[in-house]
């Protein structure tokens, strides 16, 4: 059964940082794209990031530019978001999300194959 488990999540000021991980489980984690949305209370799901599954393409809403960074392991079937100086408006729930085949559309959440649950990340002083 092909799963991605999200961790990392929480509490942060503004201005802090949190890593967040997406562990991969049941399938070959290196045939497979990976994009991070998130959705805040009232919103849409919205792309964050994107790691081609070669991670030669890497994609980021307009943003989060210069202040998020995606990467991946394969080896220990882990994708990463490390997010640094953060800002209220990134609160919501962080997803993970799987997808075999590339295309440059990456931020829509219609194209993936399957998903994680979620992590909540909250920045508030």
């Known amino acids: 059964q092909s799963q991605l488990e999200e961790s990392g999540g929480g509490l942060v000021q503004p201005g802090g940082s949190l890593r967040l991980s997406c562990a991969a489980s049941g399938f070959t984690l290196d045939y497979y794209h990976i994009g991070w949305f998130r959705q805040a209370p009232g919103k849409e799901r919205e792309g964050v990031s994107f790691?081609?599954?070669?991670?030669?393409?890497?994609e980021y809403a307009d943003s989060v530019k210069g202040r998020f960074t995606i990467s991946r392991d394969d080896a220990k079937k882990m994708v990463y978001l490390q997010m640094n100086n953060l800002r209220p408006e990134d609160t919501g729930i962080y997803y993970c999300?799987?997808?075999?085949?590339?295309?440059?559309?990456?931020?829509?959440?219609?194209?993936?194959?399957?998903w994680g649950r979620g992590t909540q990340v909250t920045v508030s002083s």
């Open positions: 999300a799987a997808d075999l085949e590339f295309g440059s559309t990456w931020y829509l959440p219609d194209r993936y194959d399957f």
């Open positions: 790691i081609s599954s070669s991670g030669g393409v890497i």
